[in-house]
């Protein structure tokens, strides 16, 4: 036995990049539809009104879905062509 910390399986990875990209893709998708959409005009329901579109808008979603399985795909490929056995 060794001392030295196990490291993640390559699904492990994965799965948490995956993650990670769909929570940004999907914060900056809402930001900027909102600040496109709703932000500035004066009114102060615009904002949350533009916030539900954005957050309920099909485009959102599959824009997230299809950011993280690239993610997860392109990181369990360089994961299992970087490490050695």
Request: charged letters at 15%; a positive charge; proline letters at 4%.
């Amino acid at each position: 036995m060794t001392n030295r910390p196990a490291r993640p399986t390559w699904w492990q990875l994965a799965v948490v990049v995956a993650a990670a990209v769909a929570a940004i893709v999907f914060v900056v998708r809402v930001a900027t539809g909102v600040l496109a959409d709703g932000a500035g005009t004066g009114d102060p329901a615009d904002f949350y009104g533009a916030l539900a579109r954005e957050a309920t808008d099909a485009t959102t979603w599959t824009v997230m879905v299809v950011g993280a399985l690239v993610a997860a795909v392109v990181t369990a490929v360089a994961t299992l062509l970087t490490r050695r056995r």
